[in-house]
């Protein structure tokens, strides 16, 4: 069994910042992906960003591109999504996914709450 535990989610005011984080556990689980989506209320989920390993390469979706970074941290099955200048339209549930192949995201954390104030 594979969990999945987000952390970090919040109120802040527009413009401000907050830092997600996310770690997977299990006894022989390896990430191989792990990546941030969000759902706002009647709104489907939507990709955000991307974490591949060995190599560490990224993506982000448009409309964060250059106000957030996803990351490794330094133990393995973690990452973290750091949120700059974040906007009223940034609010949403996030979701942490997690997958022992490169392709496809198999586990799932129950989210955390993100609402940024105008």
């Known amino acids: 069994q594979v969990q999945v535990a987000e952390s970090g989610g919040g109120l802040v005011q527009a413009g401000g910042s907050l830092r997600l984080s996310c770690a997977a556990s299990?006894?022989?689980?390896?990430?191989?992906?792990m990546g941030w989506f969000r759902q706002a209320p009647g709104k489907e989920r939507e990709f955000v960003a991307s974490?591949?390993?060995?190599?560490?390469?990224?993506n982000y979706a448009d409309i964060v591109k250059g106000r957030f970074t996803i990351s490794t941290d330094n133990a393995k099955n973690s990452a973290s999504l750091q949120m700059n200048d974040l906007k009223p339209e940034d609010t949403a549930i996030y979701y942490c996914g997690t997958g022992r192949t490169r392709v496809r995201y198999t586990y799932w954390g129950q989210g955390t709450q993100v609402t940024v104030s105008s």
């Open positions: 974490i591949r390993w060995p190599d560490g390469s990224t």
């Open positions: 299990g006894r022989f689980f390896s990430s191989a992906l």
